[in-house]
């Protein structure tokens, strides 16, 4: 679940093992790219942070982020 923290979303995701994680960033990379708008993230293992904030609007959320995130949540879903 996306959490809107300091003008910017958040959320972890949890996997089966560290393949899992780097298919999903692999996946969410593309869709990022797609839309020339490219997450903050992390990965620890079977752990993916991200953030989304947007450079362009003084570090804050506009709709590119929450485009972004719900695309994001549809690949975590498949």
């Not at 560290?18 to 869709?31: G, K, L, N």
């Not at 990022?32 to 079977?46: I, R």
């Amino acid at each position: 679940m996306w959490k809107e923290e300091n003008n910017q979303l958040k959320c972890s995701f949890e996997f089966k093992d560290f393949i899992e994680a780097f298919a999903f960033m692999t996946q969410v990379a593309f869709a990022a790219e797609k839309m020339n708008h490219h997450p903050n993230w992390s990965n620890v293992y079977n752990k993916v942070e991200i953030t989304l904030f947007t450079h362009d609007a003084k570090d804050s959320i506009t709709e590119k982020d929450r485009k972004l995130s719900k695309e994001i949540d549809r690949i975590y879903k498949s």
